[in-house]
Structures are given as structure tokens and as C-alpha cells.
T-cell receptor, first 114, second 108 residues
């Protein structure tokens, strides 16, 4: 299994509070992604990173920010959590941007905003 | 508009049955991926294919590029195969499109 660790695995937080989710990899892969998974939707891309300090927005980036100060860590921050951000969040990594490159996923973080 | 459509959404089978899950896509792709997600669990890559057929144990994945269609087959299904199976396609720039998944329950 690819070495990807997400933390925390579960979190309950109150509306309006900031929340940071961490993705840590031991594979030295260049590309890292944050997705959210909601019923009735496929995984949707929030942000991705193509190198240290290099990030870009995905299709559902509003209300989220990311940072990547080291190759192995990709942080997702909810600036001020809202109930609509209750979801399961997955981190993924891949070695290159070639379309035939396999992606590896973390175990997911279940976030509940009350 | 969904770039990737899966069918069926839900599937219940008796242990031992042959199972087929279908995936159609509407975009140009470099590869198609089949992923597995157990309840409360992470997502595991089963196959990545760009042509033809791949087999791993009791699982077989096929793709028809001309028809933009893929199938995942499970032979001699077992309760431990119960999971959500997700079809995804990828293109250059590592753009992924994901289906909404097929929830499979195999009853002993």
C-alpha cells in the first residue's frame, strides 16, 4: 500500500471554527490532491499541488485553502467551517501529471460541522 | 452533466454469482481506473487500463475505447467483495473524473 496518512480520521467541529486536515505521504510523489466525497456525487477536487509551494484550485475550492511547505505534507484548511462542508475528505497522490499515472488514496477524514 | 456514468447504482447478489458493473464516459481519456471503497474505509485502486482487459484474481476489467465503455466483472462473488466500486477516468494534466459509484452487497 502507498504510504499516505490522513489525520484526523474523524472530527466534529462547530460552525465558524477553522479546521485543518493533514495529508502525509512517504512516497515522495510530486502531485497531491484533496477531494471531497458526498452522496450522489463523484469525488470532487478541492485543491491540488504540483510541488512544494505550488498549488491550484479545483472545482469546489470556495471556503478552502491549502498549503504545501514540504513534499510530504499537504494541508487543507477550512477557514470558517459551515454545515455544507460536512463531508468525507480524501487525499490522493500521484507521481506525475501524465494521464496514465495511477493515483493512490488515503483512508479519508470524516468531518462533521454542527 | 456527468462525465462518467456507472450502472447499476446498487447491486445485491448471492454469494457465488457473477457480477458486472458498467461504466460509460463522455470525455477523451488516457486511462480508466476501477477503485474499491469498503464501508468506512479508504479507496483502493483495483485496475488502471487504457485498452483491452486486465485480470487480478476473481476480478476482470475490460475497456472498449471506441464505445467509451468499461466493465468490471467479479467471478464467484463473496461477501468480502461487498463495497462501493468507483469508475474514474483520467486525462493529461492528471485531470480525474469520477463516477458516483456502485454499491455492491453480496449475501452469503
Amino acid at each position: 500500500d502507498a504510504g499516505i496518512t490522513q489525520s484526523p480520521r474523524h472530527k466534529v467541529t462547530e460552525t465558524g471554527t477553522p479546521v485543518t486536515l493533514r495529508c502525509h505521504q512517504t512516497e515522495n510523489h510530486r502531485y497531491m490532491y484533496w477531494y471531497r466525497q458526498d452522496p450522489g456525487h463523484g469525488l470532487r477536487l478541492i485543491h491540488y499541488s504540483y510541488g512544494v509551494k505550488d498549488t491550484d484550485k479545483g472545482e469546489v475550492s470556495d471556503g478552502y485553502s491549502v498549503s504545501r511547505s514540504k513534499t510530504e505534507d499537504f494541508l487543507l484548511t477550512l477557514e470558517s467551517a459551515t454545515s455544507s462542508q460536512t463531508s468525507v475528505y480524501f487525499c490522493a497522490i500521484s507521481e506525475s501529471s501524465r494521464g496514465n499515472t495511477e493515483a493512490f488514496f488515503g483512508q479519508g477524514t470524516r468531518l462533521t460541522v454542527v | 452533466k456527468n462525465e462518467v456514468e456507472q450502472s447499476p447504482q446498487n447491486l445485491t447478489a448471492q454469494e457465488g454469482e457473477f457480477i458486472t458493473i458498467n461504466c460509460s464516459y463522455s470525455v477523451g481519456i488516457s486511462a480508466l481506473h476501477w477503485l474499491q471503497q469498503h464501508p468506512g474505509g479508504g479507496i483502493v485502486s483495483l485496475f488502471m487500463l487504457s485498452s483491452g482487459k486486465k485480470k487480478h484474481g476473481r476480478l476482470i476489467a475490460t475497456i472498449n475505447i471506441q464505445e467509451k465503455h468499461s466493465s468490471l466483472h467479479i467471478t464467484a462473488s463473496h461477501p468480502r467483495d461487498s463495497a462501493v466500486y468507483i469508475c474514474a477516468v483520467s486525462s493529461s494534466g492528471n485531470q480525474f473524473y469520477f463516477g458516483t459509484g456502485t454499491s455492491l452487497t453480496v449475501i452469503p
